[in-house]
């Protein structure tokens, strides 16, 4: 069973991708631009003090606005640092003048300036992901870094997923490691999920 979980979500990411790579840099722009319209009025991202983003990357719904209006508004700024294979922490942002490329070109906080951030004291956490279902069960890139994050680490955060509304399926292959989103934010709607959807508890195990 295990077995036919993964391929399914194989498959599933690389029609995904297909379809990302297929979607034109303007029509990314647009969309991003109305799914951060969405997001700013969504009340658990209003009302976070501390927001845990993602740098995104070429085809990844473009929330990299947000980190400077959250840090105008005297908010806390958290961005994700990988600190070894499927683990992460969260790092502060103290200015977008700190954020330097790593070695997957993607921006982080410059080493002399990070400083940990509790994730028990996390609010909101902003993610992408490869696909989502309606329920709240998200599909991500395959190296399971979320998933521990949010389920280990970070519990009480609210789970915000911005994705493009093409990226909303039917179905998406979850296994008992899987976490599941509260809000999915596309620029077509906002889909809130009240109990997210069949996430196993941590003490099952």
Do not use: N
Not at 6 to 23: G, M
Not at 30 to 38: F, H, L, P, T
Not at 85 to 102: H, I, K, N, W
């Amino acid at each position: 069973m295990a077995e036919k979980i993964l391929d399914e979500k194989r498959l599933l990411r690389q029609q995904a991708e297909i379809q990302r790579l297929a979607f034109s840099k303007e029509d990314r722009m647009k969309c991003s631009a109305k799914i951060m319209e969405r997001l700013r009025k969504e009340p658990a991202y209003r009302g976070a003090l501390s927001v845990m983003l993602y740098a995104p990357m070429e085809m990844e719904v473009q929330i990299g606005g947000l980190m400077e209006e959250l840090l105008a508004e005297g908010r806390i700024v958290l961005l994700p640092l990988v600190t070894g294979r499927g683990a992460m922490e969260a790092v502060r942002l103290p200015s977008v003048d700190t954020l330097v490329p790593d070695a997957f070109d993607i921006l982080t906080v410059e080493a002399a300036h990070r400083k940990m951030f509790l994730a028990s004291e996390i609010d909101c956490v902003i993610v992408s992901g490869a696909a989502f279902s309606r329920k709240g069960a998200r599909l991500g890139l395959g190296g399971g870094y979320y998933d521990r994050f949010l389920r280990t680490k970070a519990p009480q955060a609210k789970r915000i997923a911005v994705a493009y509304s093409f990226q909303m399926v039917d179905d998406v292959p979850t296994d008992e490691y899987d976490a599941w989103m509260d809000v999915i934010v596309t620029e077509k709607e906002v889909i809130r999920i009240e109990d997210r959807g069949a996430e196993v508890p941590l003490q099952s195990l």
